[in-house]
């Protein structure tokens, strides 16, 4: 069973056109996180959140917004996407952050 | 700061051999935890192994092993007999310890792996 969800798989939308990622986990993990991963390079950090506490890394544009409504649903906001937001973006939980983080299958963002 | 060097960036073999992936860390922590994710072309990042600072032994699972040595800080992973669809891209990646809260992993540049018929 996928414990951790992301949806869609495949995301397309218009350059400027805000857009929403999902991520839910049925692991009841504490932390959730939001990767972005650009073609051949290694996934990089947006942010996270440790239960309700958002923790924001500091080069993360304030285009990137994100929400956290109970344990189990993360969400990415995307507030006016450009062509340079397209990548792959990966939900990622873990218990606490020192532990193993399991990761999603991911959301591929095209932007046109 | 920690940081993390995966100095191989393409390796490509044939079928049934073995293949050697490199791992090299930085962190000024004595308490930190080391990983593996393999990456295949769908995406997911999958997890192969989590290693603690205080537990150098080596581990094997089926074809893979894993070599840490903290001398050399350096935490390889070895797959034997490799198979197509070992094929992805392989991450090494380290967490420090001491923020239970905020500990982040930082992620090599990643290791494409590519295994021939």
């Known amino acids: 069973d996928a414990m951790v969800i992301q949806n869609p798989r495949y995301q397309v939308t218009q350059f400027g056109k805000p857009v929403t990622l999902s991520c839910s986990q049925t692991?009841?993990?504490?932390?959730m996180y939001w990767y972005q991963q650009k073609s051949s390079q290694a996934p990089k950090l947006l942010f996270h959140y440790y239960d309700k506490d958002f923790n924001n890394e500091a080069d993360t544009p304030d285009n990137f917004q994100s929400r956290r409504p109970n344990t189990s649903f993360c969400f990415l906001d995307i507030r006016s996407p450009g062509l340079g937001d397209a990548a792959m973006y990966l939900c990622a939980t873990t218990r606490e952050s020192t532990d193993t983080q399991y990761f999603g299958p991911g959301t591929r963002l095209t932007v046109l | 700061a920690q940081k993390v060097t995966q100095a191989q960036t393409e390796i490509s073999v044939v079928e049934k051999e073995d293949v050697t992936l490199d791992c090299v860390y930085e962190?000024?922590?004595?308490?930190?935890?080391l990983f593996w994710y393999k990456q295949p072309p769908s995406g997911e990042l999958v997890f192969l192994i989590r290693r603690n600072s205080f537990d150098e032994q080596n581990e094997i699972s089926g074809r893979y092993s894993w070599n840490f040595q903290k001398s050399t800080s350096s935490f390889n992973f070895t797959i034997t007999a490799s198979q197509v669809v070992d094929s992805a891209v392989y991450f090494c990646?380290?967490?420090?310890?001491?923020?239970?809260?905020?500990?982040?992993?930082?992620f090599g540049k990643g290791i494409t792996l590519s295994v021939r018929p």
């Open positions: 692991l009841n993990h504490n932390v």
């Open positions: 990646a380290l967490s420090e310890g001491w923020d239970g809260a905020n500990s982040k992993l930082t």
């Open positions: 962190t000024r922590d004595t308490t930190y935890y």
